[in-house]
């Protein structure tokens, strides 16, 4: 079944410890987004890419970054994490336009963890 | 900036009974609203979605509406099962049109 997979399932990290996160998606959307789920909020949008534009959201903290090397896979890179970044993050993908209509289809999620 | 407020955090019904969960929007006017199921510890999965000019639609159990005059949505679920209970979330394009606003979603518990 096509999909979108996110590895690991629960991350543990340091504080101050660069993480990356992983995203790879069998859809062949061209849409990928990343977003940050704290308990009991909305999903905060962080960044998408469209193709391989990148799209970063104003309040977004330049301790995060993405990575998308090819369609499939996105990656997100927190460089230095603080406690504050422990949260459930998720990968969606989307394919742009027409009836799609932004419908997102999402992964599993990571949760993670600072120590 | 667009805000999306969903009516409550949490709704507990009987088996059997209709839930009806809120989601009102301000600061904007989007092309067409979406809904989606999150269970614990996993992403959110799509159910509907409905454009500005459908009033209503329906798939199995549930229905939704969409009333562009008083910039909300019902999201209806009729037969309500114990495995029913999840969080619903209500979802908007961004002005841009490029992504999705959630709301914090509304946590539904379906007791048998």
């Known amino acids: 079944d096509a999909m979108v997979i996110q590895n690991p399932r629960y991350q543990v990290t340091q504080f101050g410890k660069p993480v990356t996160l992983s995203c790879s998606q069998t859809l062949n959307h061209n849409v990928m987004y990343w977003y940050q789920q704290k308990s009991s909020q909305a999903p905060k949008l962080l960044f998408h890419y469209y193709d391989k534009d990148f799209n970063n959201e104003a309040d977004t903290p330049d301790n995060f970054q993405s990575r998308r090397p090819n369609t499939s896979f996105c990656f997100l890179d927190i460089r230095s994490p603080g406690l504050g970044d422990a949260a459930m993050y998720l990968c969606?993908?989307?394919?742009?336009?027409?009836?799609?209509?932004?419908?997102?289809?999402f992964g599993a999620g990571t949760r993670l963890s600072v120590l | 900036s667009q805000k999306i407020e969903q009516n409550s955090e949490a709704l507990n019904i009987q088996e059997g009974k209709t839930a009806t969960l809120t989601c009102n929007y301000t600061?904007?006017?989007?092309?067409?609203l979406q809904w989606y199921r999150q269970d614990p510890g996993r992403g959110p999965v799509f159910l509907l979605l409905?454009?500005?000019?459908?009033k209503e639609k329906r798939k199995e159990r549930l229905k939704v509406t969409f009333d562009t005059t008083l910039k909300q949505s019902l999201f209806h679920i009729t037969a309500s099962q114990p495995a029913d209970s999840a969080t619903y979330l209500c979802?908007?394009?961004?002005?841009?049109?490029?992504?999705?606003?959630f709301g914090k979603g509304t946590t539904l518990s379906v007791s048998s």
């Open positions: 969606a993908t989307s394919s742009r336009g027409g009836l799609a209509k932004n419908i997102q289809y």
């Open positions: 600061n904007y006017s989007p092309a067409y």
């Open positions: 979802a908007l394009t961004n002005q841009a049109g490029t992504a999705l606003i």
């Open positions: 409905i454009r500005e000019n459908e």
